[in-house]
């Protein structure tokens, strides 16, 4: 295969986010790089406007400079945009996006919403062999496509790289860091450290102002607010499971961690495949309505020392007879019965490829 011309295409170059991707490219030194999205008339204005003085020089993605060598102090002032190469391409035209995605060795993905179009983009990208990386934060989304295109992206040697924006670069990256820094520390006393924990605390620090939803105080651009409704809409077959006829949701109990301690455990000493364990519950469904949003507002009032006081002191109260400091009735005990129903999933002999459908299925209850 030719080796492509291009170090990098940006797709979804012309989105609000795909515009400021652009803006820091074009200050970097020594990269071959090029535009795609599906509308040519705003890659046009985008091309007008690298080529327009005053609108890129203070972009501001390299404030310190010094700390990144490749990257120079020069206004781009009258970049030479001829250099630029623009593909117009829709994403839903598949060979469309197989001739821009075989154009580069690094396809920056910034087309929005992600769990609507990256799945073909990271497809063309499998199949023209071009390494692969975007903005999302859409995890079950991640994990479909990880579950879906490991083995494809292993066997053509592509990466595949999603959440590379907010969303994990600055946790994943001082969490290197901070590996480095411990193997470093203790390099002169010829010790090699392992990191083991490390707890990650993120705080957003929003101008007082942003709490008036004014015109002009908007925070967060549209391509976001609708991959989160999207997200959100997923949410019916993520988050809640069908299952036998009835609405499932995730149990709140510890025994998904408790099973993967052991898991992880037995994985280490007997070298057993660790089995991934969900662990689902329900109610009637009129009560979802009432108890899960009670059990989010009680989780934040008990925040406050007193309301948790009031809890304890009047179960009854706060939970509509359903707690109290007697407790259930001898009859009632009896009457209260509860299952556990399992469904295994697995491989009826033994396999090396784990990429292979399962099939064979047991349940227990
Ligand atoms: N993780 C993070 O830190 C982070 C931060 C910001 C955004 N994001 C994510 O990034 C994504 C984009 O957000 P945004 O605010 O930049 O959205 P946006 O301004 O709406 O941009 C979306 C881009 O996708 C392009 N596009 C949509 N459908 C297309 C198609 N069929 N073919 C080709 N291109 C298509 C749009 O082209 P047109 O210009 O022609 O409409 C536009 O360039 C969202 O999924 C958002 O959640 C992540």
Redesign the pocket.
């Known amino acids: 295969m030719e080796r492509p011309e291009l170090d990098i295409v940006v797709?979804?170059?012309?989105?609000?986010?795909?515009?400021k991707v652009v803006k820091c490219l074009s200050e970097a030194v020594g990269l071959r790089w090029g535009i795609?999205?599906?509308?040519k008339d705003?890659l046009g204005k985008l091309i007008m406007d690298l080529h327009n003085t005053g609108n890129w020089v203070n972009s501001g993605c390299f404030k310190n400079k010094s700390r990144y060598p490749h990257y120079i102090n020069a206004p781009i002032a009258g970049l030479d945009v001829s250099k630029v190469p623009v593909f117009n391409?829709?994403?839903?035209n598949k060979d469309a996006l197989r001739k821009t995605t075989s154009q580069a060795k690094i396809l920056m993905n910034?087309?929005?919403?992600?769990t609507?179009?990256s799945e073909q983009i990271v497809e063309a990208c499998i199949e023209s062999k071009t390494h692969y990386v975007?903005?999302?934060?859409?995890i079950n989304h991640i994990l479909d496509l990880y579950r879906k295109y490991q083995r494809a992206a292993e066997d053509a040697n592509v990466l595949i790289i999603p959440?590379?924006?907010?969303?994990?670069?600055p946790a994943a990256s001082g969490l290197l860091y901070l590996d480095g820094q411990f193997e470093v520390g203790l390099r002169s006393l010829n010790i090699s450290g392992t990191l083991n924990t490390v707890e990650c605390y993120v705080e957003l620090d929003f101008p007082k102002r942003a709490y008036f939803p004014w015109p002009g105080n908007c925070l967060?651009?549209?391509?976001?607010w609708?991959?989160?409704v999207y997200v959100l809409r997923n949410m019916k077959e993520k988050f809640f499971h069908r299952n036998n006829g009835k609405l499932w949701y995730p149990y709140p109990g510890p025994d998904e961690d408790v099973i993967e301690f052991s898991e992880r455990y037995l994985h280490k000493n007997q070298n057993k495949r660790p089995v991934s364990f969900k662990l689902y519950t329900t109610m009637p469904l009129l009560i979802h309505f009432i108890i899960i949003p009670l059990m989010f507002m009680y989780y934040y009032l008990c925040y406050f020392k007193c309301f948790s006081k009031l809890l304890r002191k009047y179960p009854r109260f706060f939970t509509a007879g359903y707690m109290s400091h007697k407790g259930p009735s001898e009859k009632m005990m009896q009457a209260v019965t509860y299952s556990f129903t399992l469904i295994g999933k697995g491989w009826s002999s033994n396999v090396e490829d784990f990429s292979v459908p399962t099939n064979k299925t047991l349940k227990c209850k």
């Open positions: 797709l979804g170059a012309t989105g609000f986010t795909g515009v795609a999205g599906r509308s705003k391409v829709d994403v839903n910034c087309v929005g919403p992600s609507i179009f975007d903005i999302s934060a859409e959440s590379c924006g907010f969303a994990s670069v967060v651009h549209y391509g976001t609708e991959s989160l």
